[in-house]
């Protein structure tokens, strides 16, 4: 049996790595050959919309999925019914439109920010008077990362900001002066059977994720948010591996966005889970029963920014588990990351903010990256 997935990045790549022993191939698509997959599998070399290349792949391969979202829907609704596609395209669709995703949260009653379309200085103007300040305002597809936004705090900034990002639609949201971040991971496979997650506790840096912790024992919240990732499982009739991120202010969870793929705040589950996110994404595609999800301890999974740490004395860690992506390194780029377990939660966090404060001083000694 032999998955192609679109997008050849780390997420793939673990997704193979997860696959071989369950005899699995892989066939990637991706614009470079350089990529994390691609030095673990056969990939093909091309743009996401390419439909000889999309036709190549569904033609070689059982079944198609992907790595990430920002990828053409119209390019993979093309081939039509050649290939079948997990997650749906429909799922998709809604992950890669702010707007749409927020529509569906209001539809299914999951608490979200409030929010407005945003497409010129006039809709600017009167998502202001009816949101207010502060706000972010984002484009409605292809940010990741933190990428396409902005944080403004004055109707002045709301406008440079409008002109400083990309001619694209927009969204005006308001800003949430959160407490932290969790996020919630779940497998839905054809027949409904469902395998969530327990809740991770998300860091953010400059909008990049730093530190995921989990199982992060938050009482009512992981119920909450577990019931609102069902509610969406369901809706779409998913099959595969979905990600909801929140914001958490006082017990309120509201929903930022999701992802309909695995999601890096669920590396932990390599090593943190009975099984991890990636087996129960081929798992759930496929078709086939889904595998516990129950921690293994207490995990914390930091990324690996810009350049890697010195591997070696962090190898000397005996909790540590070491993921180097094959990465160029890159100032912003996620190139690896690693994941300590512990028995609690007070060593994990405790081991967890020993490795942050290495790296910020490695950080300091070479502030140009290198391997
Ligand atoms: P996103 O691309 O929507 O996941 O945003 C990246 C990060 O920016 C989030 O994880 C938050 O830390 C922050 N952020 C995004 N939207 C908001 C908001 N409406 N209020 C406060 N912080 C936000």
Known sequence: MRIGVIGGGQLGRMMALAGHPLGLEF?????SNDTPAAQVAPSLVGEFTDPKLLNRLARECDLLTFDW???SVESLRALGSSVRIAPSLRALATARDRIKEKQLFDKLGIPTTRYAAVNNPRSLDKALREIGLPGVIKTRSLGYDGKGQAVVRTR???HAALLSLPPVPLIYEEFIPFDFEVSAIGARNAQGQTA???LNHNLHREGILRLTRAPFDSGRLQSKAQSHLRKLLQYFA???VLNIEFFVKGQRLLA???APRVHNSGHWTIEGAATSQFENHL???LNLPLGSTAARGYSAMINLIGSLPPRDSWLAIPELH???YGKTPRPGRKVGHVTVLAQNAMLRDRLANKLLKDIAKHEAISPSPRR
Do not use: K
């Open 238 to 240: 998913y099959q595969g």
């Open 27 to 31: 066939l990637f698509l991706d614009r």
């Open 283 to 285: 798992r759930a595609i």
């Open 256 to 258: 930022n966005e999701l």
């Open 69 to 71: 979202e920002n990828i």
């Open 322 to 324: 070491w993921h180097d």
């Open 196 to 198: 969530l997650y327990p």
């Open 156 to 158: 002045d900034e709301a």
